[in-house]
């Protein structure tokens, strides 16, 4: 049986005519690659304007009853310039009059954002001579607002099984009650991996504008190696720490399915990307180290009492005074009679006295200790569980560097090394920790 390929084009992708003919292209080149996913034209240069960014605006307009006529005009525009570089027959004009006569029904806000992936989708259709599936017929939410993946999976399975291709708009579904919703931004990832996953895809293939994931955040290091392979719950660590590359909510279909996603370029389509899978594949050779990402802006709130851990719940009970707070903790080092919680900095600031004094009165404790300014950094990957010597490299390269750490944290499933360092020392860490961990390899 031949293989099924969902692929889901970004909006740089598919930002104008000339980007769609190369999608075109892609498309054409694999018959395997069936159903296309397309995002709403985003920016073709630094400083324009994403369609979806001019929906959204047209809406507010709309809404304080101003005048909105001029940014709905920008967006026929947007559309028309790719309909005649094209060469398609589209109506635009009918699509933008019939958009503003439901927009004078105060539709909500998700309707009118959801068009800008909706037009894209049917003029792509027409220049590939393929059928258009409208995606708030096949994806659907319930009344809380969480897609019903049962209803949406098979749904889209049973629609697109007599369709040998097909283009679906990214981004959106529909109510019980039939009103558009939109995912939250960026949501067109989201409808790939539900495509992908409803046909049962062998691949999902995500275009967008950089050849895969890289190891380290460019705006750091200079060309930082792109990742070839790495797991789910890697990509996860990375993607907490910030390094962003999908939807979050766009690996939980394909995920539980084993269906992999390919990172790929559409402006360099000969790059092999990267692949995220569930395990790696056997004959390939990785450092033990896949990633480093990190955050700044930190507080680390270090408790200390003696004899504490002869105490059953003070762990519990100073993690409850976070919680009833409202300050969720990032990460949570303990010694013997010290515990340490690690929090955002700007939240904890915001709560401060409160949680200091609670501390105080319900835990008695000897000292506490408040250190600012943390930046934590996460030294990612599957392979340290197998290879030893990876802690005391990354140790020895930081104090070479004369860098101190302030915390070390590890997960309990050896799958990173959490280190705090001084958030004026984050960029230089993350250097030295990808030269020597990542660049050199090992
Ligand atoms: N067009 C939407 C956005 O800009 C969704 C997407 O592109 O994935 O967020």
Request: proline letters at 4%; charged letters at 25%; a negative charge.
């Amino acid at each position: 049986m031949s293989k099924v390929i969902t692929v889901k084009f970004g909006g740089t992708s598919l930002a104008d005519a000339e980007q769609i003919k190369k999608v075109a292209e892609i498309v054409k080149s694999n018959p395997e690659r069936r159903y296309l996913v397309a995002s709403a034209p985003g920016k073709r240069f630094k400083d324009d304007i994403k369609v979806t960014d001019l929906l959204y605006s047209c809406y507010s307009e709309f809404a304080k009853g101003d005048e909105f006529s001029g940014t709905l005009a920008k967006i026929k525009e947007r559309y028309a310039s790719i309909i005649s570089d094209l060469g398609v027959d589209f109506d635009i004009s009918s699509e933008i009059n019939g958009i503003e006569y439901e927009l004078k029904k105060y539709p909500p806000v998700d309707y009118l954002a959801s068009r800008g992936e909706y037009l894209n989708s049917k003029i792509i259709a027409d220049f590939l001579g393929w059928p258009f599936v409208d995606a708030a017929e096949i994806i659907f939410f319930n009344e809380n607002g969480f897609l019903d993946e049962a209803k949406t999976f098979m749904t889209t399975a049973e629609k697109l099984k007599s369709l040998q291709n097909a283009v679906i708009p990214g981004f959106y579904g529909s109510m019980p009650d039939g009103s558009i919703k939109t995912f939250s931004r960026g949501g067109s990832d989201v409808t790939g991996s539900i495509v992908a996953r409803s046909v049962n895809a062998d691949m999902y293939e995500n275009w967008t504008d950089v050849s895969g994931m890289l190891s380290a955040d460019p705006r750091i290091v200079e060309n930082p190696k792109v990742i070839e392979y790495i797991t789910y719950t890697e990509l996860r660590e990375l993607s907490y720490m910030g390094a962003s590359v999908l939807h979050e909510d766009a690996v939980f279909p394909v995920r539980k399915a084993g269906i992999p996603i390919n990172i790929r370029n559409t402006n360099s389509p000969s790059d092999n990307g990267t692949v995220i899978s569930a395990s790696l594949p056997k004959d390939i050779k990785r450092s033990a180290v896949t990633g480093i990402a990190g955050r700044k802006g930190f507080t680390s709130i270090r408790v200390e009492k003696s004899q504490m851990n002869g105490q059953t719940g003070f762990g519990a009970r100073l993690l409850y005074i976070f919680s009833r707070n409202g300050i969720p903790f990032e990460h949570c080092p303990t010694g013997i009679d010290t515990l340490s919680v690690v929090v955002n900095g700007s939240l904890f600031d915001s709560k401060r006295e409160d949680i200091l004094r609670e501390i105080k009165n319900e835990l008695l404790p000897d000292f506490i200790t408040i250190e600012k300014n943390l930046a934590v950094i996460a030294v990612v990957g599957e392979g340290m569980v197998s290879v030893c010597g990876v802690a005391a490299k990354i140790f020895k390269s930081l104090a070479e560097a004369g860098i101190n750490i302030r915390m070390i944290d590890q997960g309990s499933d050896e799958l990173n090394i959490i280190i705090g360092v001084d958030d004026s020392d984050y960029e230089k860490s993350i250097n030295v920790l990808y030269n020597s961990m990542i660049k050199d390899g090992r």
